[in-house]
């Protein structure tokens, strides 16, 4: 490659990385998991499966559920206020049976987020008719 060249494709690059620095810094940084918990739920029988379960600085929810059998996957949402969760029509799926509904609920959130326990309503086309029942999440150890 020639000098002049050369001194063309470092003078592009200067500029990308010019451009590219400053956007980088506007980058939202990835949402935090949270711990890990344990998660029990008792409807017409007792189901377990794993969650992932954050509360921000506002007591937004975020996190993660999964319940294998039967394969439930849903993204937890609501807010955490006074120690107790509130979630409204939170969707869930079951894809092995092609299937969605929607959870609705409370807990008590203490202030260590150990154990989470709460009472949900359970509705939509992967249930026959509407169900209630309990809920408890349990944090794992730290590995």
């Not at 059998?69 to 120690?83: H, I, N, Q, Y």
């Amino acid at each position: 490659m020639s000098a002049i060249r050369q001194a063309q494709a470092i003078s592009q690059l200067a500029v990308v990385l010019l451009w590219a620095a400053p956007l980088a810094a506007f980058q939202t940084p990835p949402a935090q998991t949270g711990p890990t918990y344990s998660a029990k739920f008792n409807l017409d029988q007792e189901y377990n499966g794993t969650a992932t379960f954050a509360v921000d600085a506002k007591g937004a929810v975020t996190g993660e559920l999964t319940v294998d059998p039967p394969g439930v996957r849903m993204t937890l949402s609501g807010a955490v206020k006074d120690g107790v969760w509130t979630f409204e029509k939170m969707p869930y799926t079951i894809a092995a049976e092609n299937c969605s509904g929607v959870v609705s609920g409370t807990a008590k959130v203490p202030v260590d987020r150990g154990v989470i326990t709460g009472q949900i309503h359970v509705e939509g086309g992967c249930t026959e008719q509407p169900m209630d029942g309990t809920f408890t999440f349990t944090k794992t150890p730290k590995s």
